[in-house]
């Protein structure tokens, strides 16, 4: 696609329920990021892909935070058993490259945990 | 610890005014710092690149500047527009990394 398109916009879910992000990059870029946006907070490095290498996951708050993606494609991300403090803004990015440089952003999914 | 310092935090300006966003970071070695402007609801969209060769760049209405030495960027909006109303991000890549450093942002509020 023309951008990196994620879904869904909004989700609210209630405390203790899983949800699972949807990210689609653009079209040929091997390299994807998710980021989390606090209210009032910079981007956390959540977790990267690139290519079919093992993905860099230090940036994963905790073990009821995963993400997958499959080749160069569509990338998951899933939060089990939400607690209030997951609420944010999640936004995936991708890049023609390794490295980072130059990567196109989502407009994001507001999760609201209630 | 690589950190990205932005101030002021929030600023309030007329349309039509100019105004100058601050970036200090501590980030080493240094690779690359870019601007992004983000919209409210949206991702962030990236507004200027800079190396360390280069010390001014300018996008229409923006210009940047980098002083490595110091380790400070500034972004400056001239006539400022209601559209401009965004948060301005700055960040910073660390060379052999592929994860860049965020600041928090400034948020700018352009009134009529």
């Known amino acids: 696609g023309a951008g990196v398109s994620q879904s869904p916009s909004n989700k609210v879910t209630e405390k203790g329920k899983d949800v699972e992000l949807r990210c689609d990059p653009i079209?040929?870029?091997?390299?994807l990021y998710w980021y989390r946006q606090r209210l009032g907070q910079g981007l956390e490095f959540l977790i990267y892909?690139?290519?079919?290498?093992?993905?860099?996951k230090s940036g994963l708050p905790s073990d009821r935070f995963s993400a997958e993606r499959t080749g160069e494609s569509v990338s998951t991300l899933t939060i089990q058993r939400t607690q209030q403090e997951d609420s944010a803004v999640y936004l995936c990015?991708?890049?023609?490259?390794?490295?980072?440089?130059?990567?196109?952003f989502g407009s994001g999914t507001r999760l609201t945990v209630v | 610890k690589n950190q990205v310092e932005q101030s002021p935090q929030s600023l309030i300006i007329l349309e039509g005014k100019n105004c100058t966003l601050q970036?200090?970071?501590?980030?080493?070695?240094?690779?690359?710092l870019r601007w992004y402007k983000q919209d409210t609801g949206r991702g962030p969209v990236s507004l200027t690149i800079?190396?360390?060769?280069?010390n001014t760049k300018s996008n229409g209405r923006y210009t940047a500047t980098l002083d490595a030495d110091t380790k400070q960027s500034s972004l400056h909006i001239t006539a400022s527009q209601l559209s401009d109303s965004a948060s301005y991000i700055c960040?910073?890549?660390?060379?052999?990394?592929?994860?860049?450093?965020f600041g928090r942002g400034t948020s700018l509020i352009v009134h009529p």
């Open positions: 892909f690139q290519g079919n290498s093992a993905p860099d």
């Open positions: 990015a991708s890049s023609l490259a390794a490295g980072g440089d130059g990567y196109t």
């Open positions: 960040v910073v890549k660390e060379g052999g990394s592929y994860i860049p450093t």
């Open positions: 079209s040929g870029h091997t390299a």
């Open positions: 970036c200090n970071y501590t980030v080493s070695p240094f690779s690359n």
């Open positions: 800079m190396t360390f060769s280069e």
